[in-house]
């Protein structure tokens, strides 16, 4: 019986699937209840593939889609898209039995400069490019349920008073859960050796701590920066503690 129920659902699903090859998306998307924070705009394509001049998220704007149904996930009775836009690309995967979404393999690139504000009370003001990598997030209820990943910083610096500095690449590996985010920071070869670990919680609040060595010799407008951010700690040697309170819209999409 469990059987023919599964063939029967793979039949329907199949019949969906090949009236989307000419169903236009803006004909569906009246009938979609989306959430309140996501506004979908200029969308052009049928349900299996076309373009959208953008997508918000809470306040987050993706612009420039391409979307493209993958007909390799039908025999898991999932409903899976590749997504590609101005910053990078995903993958999604709807489970048409339990109603549980996720989403892997995705890559955003956004510069500093634009996210700085999500964190306002940074000591300086950062430079660079952030690189945001999740390998794997599951969605149960609608509510992320786990998430790990990295974010690279790419040329970590700041942009302050006259002052640019660049002193490398650093990396933020995280694991997520309803209860609490950690993750742990090191250096990717940079002129600092550096490594910390942090925690974000679900009322907002967060907290990091680094520790900062040099080897050999830290360059003087570097080390005019640590003498106002970090605490000395010995020759060459800094420690570095920040907590504070993300935005509303960040916690939203990290816990809600």
């Not at 995705?106 to 400069?113: F, G, K, M």
């Not at 940079?190 to 974000?200: F, K, M, P, Q, T």
């Not at 970090?230 to 907590?243: D, F, L, V």
Request: glycine share 8%; charged share 25%; net charge negative.
């Amino acid at each position: 019986m469990l059987k023919l129920w599964r063939f029967t659902l793979f039949f329907l699903l199949c019949l969906v699937i090949a009236l989307g090859f000419t169903l236009p998306l803006q004909n569906v998307l009246p009938h979609v209840k989306l959430p309140e924070t996501i506004a979908v705009a200029g969308v052009d394509g049928t349900v299996l593939k076309g373009r959208a001049q953008e997508i918000t998220i809470d306040g987050f704007p993706l612009r420039d889609i391409d979307y493209r149904y993958m007909p390799s996930c039908l025999p898991l009775l999932k409903v899976c898209y590749r997504i590609v836009y101005e910053r990078g690309d995903l993958k999604v995967a709807y489970d048409v039995l339990n109603g549980d979404t996720e989403v892997a393999d995705t890559s955003i690139n956004y510069p500093v400069a634009e996210l700085a504000h999500l964190a306002p009370n940074l000591p300086v003001r950062p430079a660079g490019r952030l690189e945001l990598v999740i390998e794997d997030m599951s969605y149960y209820d609608g509510k992320p349920a786990r998430v790990n990943g990295r974010l690279v910083w790419h040329d970590l610096g700041i942009d302050q008073d006259g002052i640019r500095l660049s002193i490398g690449d650093y990396q933020v590996d995280f694991i997520g859960s309803p209860a609490k985010y950690v993750f742990d920071i090191y250096d990717l070869d940079a002129s600092l050796d550096v490594n910390g670990d942090g925690e974000i919680r679900p009322d907002g609040s967060y907290s990091y701590e680094l520790r900062i060595d040099a080897k050999t010799g830290i360059d003087p407008s570097i080390r005019f920066v640590l003498s106002h951010v970090a605490k000395n700690e010995g020759y060459n040697k800094y420690r570095i503690r920040q907590s504070g309170r993300l935005a509303p819209q960040v916690v939203r999409q990290l816990f809600n």
